[in-house]
């Protein structure tokens, strides 16, 4: 187990680092030029719908967990209890990894750097890697894996990242390669946590 946990671990961080490098490639003109047409092809009505999404998503990413985190302590049922802070805590070290990158690398939102990209959203601190993918991926991940796994919340988790995802992309603050880098930031925090709960705690449901 501890080998298999430093293996993802360095492979998750691998991946991060190798889009890292995507990003100072050609590639990013591209980006550009899907962004700026996705913003083309908006009306007013779903950039608002968009919006909504961007802006209150986390009251769901966070509001999930929380309950399970608190149903698990009111119904004394301590693995639910235990999965629902793994998530949450998951989400915290997905933020602080994704702030600590971008304070590092400092890249720029599209809408800083072409004149074709509208700003329809805040833009905080720097554009690599989201932090709302992030906090939305090790939300849903984990929400399917330890908590509730069936296959209607699995399609539904799946369909709630994407939209979360497309909606940062349409509105000008992230890049494709910022929402894939928020993904495995997401990925990386949750597994960790999990990794850590299972070498110094007591066993939850079942693996990664």
Known sequence: MKKKFWLITLLLIAVLGALCLLRLSTFKQNEQDIIASLQAMQSSGSVKFFQIISDYGKYINLGIPVIFLFTGIITKRKVIARNALIILLGMALSGIIAQSIKRTIKEPRPYEVDTRITQWSVGGS???????????????????????????????????????????????????????????????????????????????????
């Not at 090790?138 to 799946?158: F, N, S």
């Not at 880098?181 to 946590?193: E, K, M, R, S, W």
């Open 126 to 208: 720097n554009s690599f890697p989201s932090g709302h993918t992030a906090e939305v991926s090790a939300a849903m991940i984990g929400i399917t894996v330890l908590l509730y796994r069936t296959p209607v919340t699995i399609v539904l988790c799946i369909l709630w990242t994407l939209l979360m995802m497309l909606s940062r992309i349409v509105l000008g603050v992230h890049n494709f390669t910022d929402i894939a880098g928020g993904f495995v930031t997401g990925c990386l925090g949750l597994f960790v946590v999990y990794g850590l709960f299972e070498r110094f705690g007591k066993g939850g449901r079942e693996p990664l």
